[in-house]
């Protein structure tokens, strides 16, 4: 049916929780019949409306066949410790390899707020030299090498002793 104002979706995790809950180990070859008749009666119910879950006990029947095949020994009480454990060594060792990288991206963050504050500090330090070079430019707006209309000081003095040898 599907998932019908939620209500069917629960009710497929019900019933996919009673197959995890079934037994790992039992006869070999069962079909889903057989599965089905060691299920709870709320979860035939479920079963006979919804066509999903009828395929989920199909899968669930010919994996636990297939699986009772291989003549698997019963795992023992530290297995999922063991498993655990060596999980865990596996990411220390990749861990050991990426290190570097790890740390660079640790200190990303870090680096990227001390850019942010050198970049306003050093707008902030050019915004008041420049403003310090105009109001030593005694009043005289512009650029010498782009306005032609400003003269350099320099080039007044020049250009007076050029004009009076002349005359």
């Given at each position: 049916?599907?998932?019908?104002?939620?209500?069917?979706?629960?009710?497929?995790?019900?019933?996919?929780?009673?197959?995890?809950?079934?037994?790992?180990?039992?006869?070999?070859?069962?079909s889903?019949?057989?599965?089905?008749?060691?299920?709870?009666?709320?979860?035939?119910?479920?079963?006979?409306?919804?066509?999903?879950?009828?395929?989920?006990?199909?899968?669930?029947?010919?994996?636990?066949?297939?699986?009772?095949?291989?003549?698997?020994?019963?795992?023992?009480?530290?297995?999922?410790?063991?498993?655990?454990?060596?999980?865990?060594?596996?990411?220390?060792?990749e861990?050991?390899?990426?290190?570097?990288?790890?740390?660079?991206?640790?200190?990303?963050?870090?680096?990227?707020?001390?850019?942010?504050?050198?970049?306003?500090?050093?707008g902030?330090?050019?915004?008041?030299?420049?403003?310090?070079?105009?109001?030593?430019?005694?009043?005289?707006?512009?650029d010498?090498?782009?306005?032609?209309?400003?003269?350099?000081?320099?080039?007044d003095?020049?250009?007076?002793?050029?004009?009076?040898?002349?005359?």
């Open positions: 049916m599907g998932k019908l104002f939620g209500r069917e979706n629960e009710s497929c995790e019900r019933f996919r929780d009673a197959l995890d809950a079934l037994p790992v180990m039992g006869k070999r070859g069962r889903a019949d057989e599965w089905r008749a060691e299920l709870p009666a709320t979860e035939e119910r479920h079963l006979a409306v919804c066509k999903s879950c009828g395929a989920a006990l199909e899968e669930f029947a010919e994996t636990r066949s297939a699986l009772a095949e291989l003549n698997l020994p019963e795992p023992g009480p530290w297995f999922a410790k063991r498993v655990m454990a060596a999980i865990e060594a596996k990411e220390r060792e861990e050991g390899t990426d290190g570097v990288w790890i740390s660079v991206r640790r200190l990303a963050p870090r680096m990227v707020v001390v850019s942010a504050l050198l970049l306003v500090l050093g902030s330090w050019a915004v008041q030299q420049r403003s310090r070079e105009l109001a030593t430019t005694d009043g005289r707006s512009g010498m090498v782009f306005d032609s209309s400003v003269v350099p000081a320099w080039s003095d020049g250009l007076s002793a050029i004009i009076e040898v002349r005359p």
